[in-house]
């Protein structure tokens, strides 16, 4: 098979990611033990091979343009794998380092991710941990994740996805606002309640609640609300906290709040319906053993939780 680079293009090609994330064709330079000219001319022979503009420069900064961006998410790809390829030669593979970035909603965040951490940290100190903790559906591949925590089903046959579990599902409010409102007893006294809606950011539409009617079977109650919630689903819990309805919310989330008194579950016997987590990875054969290492522990920390 005919090469199409060689190992000067290949060095063009690291020369120009250090730039690319450095902002700077000096600081690439003092990073890779070259001179700024060395820098500029190899980026200059990419640019005049590939027939397309890289940069765009200024006297005091440059800037990726919109090739450049698509060509450096590609171009650091494969020199991740080569170093992966090296460590995996050389035995360093035992070893997880180097930087995961990671997106996941603020649910699981705050009351599964970042509790485990610690403990990841402490197993792997080779490995930097950058989380984006939103509720906005990043693009994995374009934006430059190495890993996704999903609510529901995965629908992109690009990504690899391990289950991390199936949460339960509850009805909770606050011991203030039942002594007020007193205690439904069944599904139809919900009518006659306040209930704190979440609405979905994706679709602009109300997150229905998933219940177990009397023969085990998954339900969707469907209902219109005078308290909703965008955006961050945990102002759900907050207001229902605070005495503001009753609202559906995950045992994991409302377990510590129930310890403390601060909720009481509401409608037990229809509760038990589940909605799934899992994690999301490119489909790569060459995994890093970052990821890899990473995935394999919270799979293993979130196995029946």
């Known amino acids: 098979m005919a090469r199409s680079f060689d ?21 690439a330079a003092e ?11 190899s980026i200059a022979r990419l640019e005049q091979r590939l027939g397309v ?4 420069r200024s006297t005091r900064s440059i800037r990726l343009t919109g090739d450049g961006e698509l060509y450096r ?68 591949v374009d934006d430059g994740y190495d890993l996704v925590i999903r609510l529901g089903e995965p629908q992109d046959s690009r990504l690899i996805a391990r289950k991390l579990e199936d949460a339960t599902l509850g009805l ?23 209930c704190i ?19 085990g079977s998954v339900i969707e109650h469907g209902f219109k609300a005078s308290r909703q919630v965008h955006e961050d689903v945990l102002g759900v819990v907050t207001w229902a906290r605070a005495g503001g309805g009753i609202s559906q919310i995950y045992h994991f989330i409302a377990e510590e709040a129930v310890r403390r008194g601060e909720l009481v579950e509401v409608l037990p016997q ?15 054969r060459h995994l890093s053993a970052r990821v890899r290492a990473f995935v394999e522990f919270l799979v293993a920390h979130t196995a029946g939780a």
Not at 31 to 41: E, K
Not at 53 to 56: H, P, S, W
Not at 174 to 194: C, E, K, T, V, W
Not at 199 to 212: A, C, D, F, M
């Open 172 to 194: 909770f409010a606050s011991p203030a606002y039942l002594q007020a409102r007193g205690m439904p007893q069944q599904l139809d006294d919900l009518a006659h309640h306040d």
């Open 53 to 56: 503009r890289l940069f765009v």
């Open 73 to 140: 998410t590609e171009c650091q790809q494969a020199l991740e794998q080569i170093v992966e390829a090296e460590r995996a030669i050389t035995g360093h593979q035992r070893t997880p380092s180097g930087l995961l970035r990671i997106s996941v909603p603020t649910t699981y965040a705050h009351h599964r991710l970042l509790p485990l951490l610690p403990a990841f940290n402490a197993a792997y100190p080779g490995v930097a941990l950058e989380l984006n903790i939103s509720n906005r559906n990043v693009d994995l």
């Open 31 to 41: 990073a890779l033990g070259v001179t700024p000219a060395a820098v500029s001319r």
């Open 197 to 215: 809606q979440f609405i979905l950011p994706s679709t602009g539409r109300p997150l229905p609640w998933l219940l177990r009617d009397a023969q």
């Open 270 to 284: 229809l509760a038990g319906a589940t909605r799934p987590f899992s994690i999301l990875y490119p489909q790569n």
């Open 7 to 27: 190992p000067v293009q290949l060095g063009s090609i690291e020369l120009f990611c250090k730039a690319a994330e450095l902002g700077s064709f000096t600081a």
